[in-house]
């Protein structure tokens, strides 16, 4: 009967120890993450106040800038805040231009290197003024074939000036760069034909033909002059700084208008033996005839172009 209980005992005792030994070993599991949680929260903790730190520094240094930037009165960070349009720049190239102008200086030289007496010749008339320019105004006038093509570089040289000229006085739209350079040329030859014409006919029937050709010659041979004396104002006026440009351009207007008076003086120097007539009267057919239409045409063609464009 003892042996039957103390058996019975036994197997209670175990029993007990198999139920309490796995509750045991499952809160010791619970109970870990308890016992290390401390570590973590503290190093979450320093992190926390490192960053408080820090941000409490950049917030007194941007209140630090701000407050000088309020005081700094050139700044003017106080004021109303203003909203600029930008618009979007057009890039223009000056290629075409460069070889436009490299062409016209080759052309230049190739007329020279064909004509190059016809060349040597004009600029002796020009510059010479003994006997023998009678001789070398014989031979110019009987070189039909160098002195059109002078005269065509002349009208391509001109207008192509004419045309800077008006683009550097802000007077033209690059946007119709090609248009307004071709009327230009186009302009400058019209006028030179129609000159030429009308001198032709009013000497035909006035009967002063050998006084006509005489004042024909003096006004191509300024005209040639002046052709190849503006490539290099062309070519300054196209590729220069705007201070370099607006000098160059005055110069060559100085120029020119030195040139056209230099021709008027010719001229009256050649015809007032044969024409018998006085300063005064060939002022007046100057300023009729050369310069006044000169002016109108200008003036319209400045309309026209601020209208069209």
């Not at 109970?31 to 973590?40: H, M, Q, R």
């Not at 941007?62 to 349009?85: A, M, Y």
């Not at 015809?271 to 006085?278: A, F, G, H, M, Y």
């Amino acid at each position: 009967m003892q042996k039957t209980f103390r058996l019975l005992k036994q197997l209670i005792f175990l029993f007990c120890w198999i139920i309490c030994v796995p509750v045991s070993l499952y809160a010791q599991k619970v109970d870990s993450p308890l016992i290390s949680a401390p570590k973590v929260d503290s190093l979450q903790i320093q992190t926390l106040q490192k960053t408080i730190a820090v941000n409490a520094t950049d917030s007194q240094h941007i209140t630090t800038v701000q407050s000088l930037l309020l005081k700094n009165t050139f700044l003017n960070s106080r004021g109303t805040p203003l909203s600029i349009v930008v618009k979007s720049r057009k890039a223009t190239s000056d290629d075409a231009i460069f070889y436009l102008l490299a062409g016209l200086v080759l052309l230049m030289g190739l007329i020279k290197f064909f004509f190059a007496r016809y060349f040597t010749n004009l600029f002796r008339v020009f510059f010479n003024s003994s006997l023998r320019q009678n001789q070398l105004t014989d031979q110019l006038l009987q070189d039909k074939l160098p002195s059109l093509f002078f005269n065509i570089f002349f009208i391509i040289s001109g207008g192509i000036y004419v045309y800077f000229l008006l683009a550097e006085y802000k007077l033209i739209d690059d946007q119709y760069r090609w248009v307004i350079m071709g009327a230009c040329i186009g302009v400058l030859g019209v006028i030179y034909v129609v000159k030429f014409c009308t001198l032709k006919f009013t000497g035909w029937v006035t009967g002063y033909k050998e006084a006509t050709d005489t004042y024909i010659f003096v006004i191509f041979l300024i005209s040639k002059i002046i052709g190849m004396i503006l490539i290099p104002f062309v070519i300054l006026i196209a590729f220069s700084d705007l201070s370099v440009a607006a000098v160059s351009a005055l110069v060559s207007l100085l120029i020119i208008g030195f040139l056209l008076l230099l021709r008027f003086f010719k001229s009256y120097g050649l015809l007032q033996n044969q024409l018998k007539i006085s300063k005064l009267h060939f002022l007046l057919y100057i300023a009729g005839v050369e310069v006044i239409p000169l002016l109108l045409i200008y003036k319209g063609l400045l309309i026209l172009l601020s209208k069209n464009l």
